[in-house]
């Protein structure tokens, strides 16, 4: 399973950022292949200055070797060795109208002083962070989402837009990151469903992912902007780089198994602003998007 699925990451890699190189126009995507010390490594690529994006990742990695002893305590054992691998992307566009959008799909395997895999499971999702809202957009992306679950159970969207909305909640803040999407964890083997289910399922999520996005972007991209509204993307973008620096599981993971700090942190944007209690006008377009992530809802 970690070869079939470490196949299928790379080949997805290849397919979003020949994409998005193509809806940019402009900015291509670099490199970075790395090597991690303990075991493993991966492909990291970043694209910058762009027509479209000012900042964006699509990286791959598979990791290997000696449980850390953040995850020995995490797990309740005294020792065992570890298997992961993931596609991670993050796209934070130039245009305000542009939503940033970041997407994971990941596989674990835990195994004994046999070598035998004592557990597995996968792990992902897809949310999107608009700084202007687009009901229109929210139901596309999440209408995708959907209709991506749907082939597989019915109970799985409800559910794991649940999961996403409670996941994705700056808590000191009192407020989502975004609009949501999906997120799941720990999707094991079930009496219900195989370990070849899970993995449908997670490519079935991954294969819509282009889908879910590049229209909002074609849609998006041509409208113009005020130099008040890139204050506002970015006072947002604040926003962004508290949750992943605070509570962000994929994150802390990295950081906490010497990770490779220029590829973790490649999801924080170029530009940011912090301004003092800062408060958008009462009945603008900002305090609408306010509204919406004090309280999330349904779109589909």
């Known amino acids: 399973m970690k070869n079939k699925f470490y196949k299928y990451i790379e080949n997805l890699q290849n397919t979003i950022t020949s994409k998005l190189e193509e809806v940019d126009g402009l900015a291509t995507f670099k490199e970075d292949i790395w090597v991690r010390e303990e075991g493993g490594g991966g492909k990291t690529r970043v694209i910058e200055n762009g027509a479209i994006f000012e900042k964006g990742g699509v990286n791959i990695?598979?990791?290997?070797?000696?449980?850390?002893e953040v995850l020995r305590k995490q797990f309740g054992v005294k020792e065992g060795n570890f298997f992961a691998c993931g596609l991670s992307l993050v796209l934070h566009p130039i245009n305000?109208?542009?939503?940033t959008v970041h997407a994971n799909w990941r596989y674990f395997e835990m195994y004994n002083s046999q070598g035998e895999i004592v557990t597995q499971w996968f792990g992902g999702g897809q949310d999107l962070t608009?700084?202007?809202?687009?009901d229109e957009d929210a139901v596309h992306f999440h209408q995708t989402c959907k209709t991506a679950c749907d082939k597989h159970h019915s109970d799985f969207y409800p559910k794991f837009k649940k999961t996403?909305?409670?996941?994705?909640?700056?808590?000191?803040?009192?407020?989502?990151?975004?609009?949501?999407?999906l997120f799941f964890d720990y999707?094991?083997?079930?009496e219900d469903f195989s370990m070849e289910n899970r993995y449908d399922f997670v490519t079935e999520i991954g294969n819509s992912?282009?889908?879910s996005y590049v229209p909002i972007?074609?849609?998006?991209?041509?409208?113009?902007?005020?130099?008040?509204?890139?204050?506002?993307?970015?006072?947002?973008r604040g926003r962004y780089v508290e949750f992943n620096l605070v509570h962000d599981k994929g994150t802390l993971f990295g950081l906490k198994t010497n990770g490779r700090i220029e590829s973790i942190l490649m999801s924080l944007p170029p530009k940011v602003q912090w301004k003092y209690d800062h408060h958008p006008e009462e009945n603008s377009e900002e305090?609408?998007?306010?509204?919406?992530?004090k309280n999330p809802k349904s779109w589909v």
Do not use: M
Not at 130 to 134: I, V
Not at 187 to 190: A, G, M, P, S, V
């Open 61 to 68: 990695s598979s990791v290997y070797g000696e449980l850390p």
């Open 96 to 99: 305000p109208f542009v939503p």
């Open 130 to 134: 608009p700084y202007y809202l687009f």
């Open 164 to 181: 996403c909305d409670d996941y994705f909640w700056n808590s000191h803040r009192n407020e989502a990151r975004g609009i949501g999407g």
């Open 187 to 190: 999707l094991k083997e079930t």
């Open 209 to 211: 992912f282009l889908n």
């Open 217 to 236: 972007v074609e849609k998006r991209k041509g409208i113009s902007y005020t130099s008040a509204q890139k204050d506002w993307q970015e006072i947002r």
């Open 287 to 293: 305090a609408k998007l306010i509204k919406v992530l």
